[in-house]
């Protein structure tokens, strides 16, 4: 069984910055692709970050430049750093780890509010 627990979720002001946590519970997490998705009210869920096995990253354009995901595979554990933070990127955040082409394990789910 494989769990993944979310955490570092909040309320931030514009400009300001947040870093969210997923720890991988079981599985192989060394082979795992990890992934950070966001939903916000409205519009359909979109895949934020990625970083593979091997340590290549890909990000979605509307936070190219401003978010970082990084893996540590003795801590099980993947972050997403999020600076200079838009009211845009207030959504729900979740976490997900990737096998081979399976998707299967989700975190809970973690708000993100960004407001003045």
């Known amino acids: 069984q494989v769990q993944l627990e979310e955490s570092g979720g909040g309320l931030v002001q514009p400009g300001g910055s947040l870093r969210l946590y997923c720890a991988v519970l079981?599985?192989?997490?060394?082979?795992?692709?990890m992934r950070w998705y966001r939903q916000a009210p409205g519009k359909q869920r979109e895949l934020v970050a990625e970083?593979?096995?091997?340590?290549?990253?890909d990000y979605a354009d509307s936070v190219q430049s401003r978010f970082s995901i990084h893996r540590n595979n003795n801590r099980r554990t993947t972050l997403l750093q999020m600076d200079k933070l838009k009211p845009e990127d207030t959504a729900v955040y979740y976490c997900?780890?990737?096998?081979?082409?399976?998707?299967?394990?989700w975190g809970q789910g973690t708000q993100v509010t960004v407001s003045s």
């Open positions: 970083i593979t096995s091997d340590g290549h990253t």
């Open positions: 997900n780890r990737c096998d081979g082409g399976s998707c299967p394990d």
């Open positions: 079981g599985g192989d997490f060394s082979i795992s692709t």
